[in-house]
């Protein structure tokens, strides 16, 4: 049983660059199988997906997000991460990482980590 | 870019059914497949419908999905209301290399 779970600082300055790490458990990243994605959701808000990495590196990025994102995966630490540049406080969110099955359009994400809170604030 | 429009929320009676609307502004909501999300409060998302009407094994049938190219609309329905349903539900899909979710909708089972 896969398993993801989300790590990194709670609180992030303005400007500075938010830095997320998704540790996979039971299940490989170097699978040819699947994406790994990222997907935030602010408080009392909606899901925003940010984007996904095949296990070769390729990645594809939310449009309205493209500039300042960054993701990355590291096969030998069975890991990926996320980096969100220029950040301002409408970046607060709970940030999820999630698998999604790579053939097919309508693979849908999951299983999801248990989401981390980042904060954007001096 | 596209938009998945959602009812901010709905309620229902135990036992009943209630059907949660996903319009999609512009394009076919026909031309990829839409997923249902619940999320109940505190937890991560789960799957409850992909491929616009295909079950994961693991969720109850009385959870069902379907599309209706007149209303370019996907829909969730729920029957047998069950107080365990109360939740946010998000649709999702998919276009040009671009994942959107809608704004979700929350039911109340009361």
């Known amino acids: 049983q896969v398993q993801l779970q989300e790590s990194g600082p709670g609180l992030v300055k303005p400007s500075e660059t938010l830095s997320l790490t998704c540790i996979v458990s039971?299940?490989?990243?170097?699978?040819?199988?699947?994406?790994w994605g990222w997907i935030r959701q602010p408080p009392g808000k909606g899901l925003e997906w940010i984007g996904n990495i095949y296990y070769n590196g390729n990645t594809k990025y939310n449009p309205s997000l493209k500039t300042r994102v960054t993701i990355s995966v590291d096969t030998s630490k069975n890991q990926f991460s996320l980096k969100l540049t220029s950040v301002s406080a409408s970046d607060t969110a709970l940030y999820y990482c999630a698998r999604r099955y790579f053939y097919g359009s309508g693979s849908p994400f999951g299983p999801w980590g248990q989401g981390t809170l980042v904060t954007v604030s001096s | 870019n596209f938009m998945l429009i959602q009812p901010h929320s709905v309620s229902e009676s135990p036992g009943k059914t209630v059907t949660i609307s996903c319009t999609r502004r512009?394009?076919?909501?026909?031309?990829?497949?839409v997923q249902w999300y619940q999320q109940r409060p505190g937890s991560s998302p789960t799957t409850v419908i992909y491929e616009d009407d295909q079950r994961p094994s693991g969720v109850p049938d009385r959870f069902s999905g379907s599309i209706d190219s007149s209303s370019n609309s996907a829909s969730l329905t729920i029957s047998g209301l069950k107080t365990e349903d109360e939740a946010d539900y998000y649709c999702q899909s998919y276009d040009s290399d671009n994942h959107v979710f809608g704004g979700g909708t929350k039911l109340t089972v009361l």
């Open positions: 512009p394009g076919s909501i026909a031309s990829n497949y």
């Open positions: 039971g299940g490989s990243v170097s699978s040819t199988n699947y994406y």
